[in-house]
């Protein structure tokens, strides 16, 4: 329904907005200057996120993606969770480009960083496009103390991903 798409995106926005931020932060002792510059938006992407995150923004039927009245222009809520995750993912990936530039990734191979956001250990799939990391055959996956990794190799709607384990990241 148009009400739990309207939770889904809210949460979504959050979450990306939250790695964005803590990325940020990471990312700074090598050079990323978050907040200070390119990033300021931060503050007013969450100003709005904030002001429609509120359980009273949807009307009684549940529509949520009604138009709500924001400075005198009329702001669609579905916009505004979509324009806010673009600008959210947008600062992660700057601040993920700049913390990957300065891992040492010499060896063999091409590297495949993992990132986990989450203030825990955790182990999880990893999907990764073939084509982003420049697939050849055959493939080895090794973690960071070179053993190896079962894996394999799929075709999803046409495009080949390798996917594997990452344990305890």
Known sequence: ??????????KMCENRLMEAEKFGAFARPFGYA???TGDTYLYDVWGNFLKFNQHDVADAQGTPWQTVVSNSTNTNLQDAYTSALKLADTSLNRALSTISANVNTAGAGTSVIVYNAQSWTRTDYVIVKTADIGFSTPISVKDEAGTVVPSQVITDGGVTKLVFTAENV
């Open 1 to 10: 329904s148009g009400y739990s798409l309207f939770f889904w995106g809210a």
């Open 34 to 36: 978050y907040p200070l």
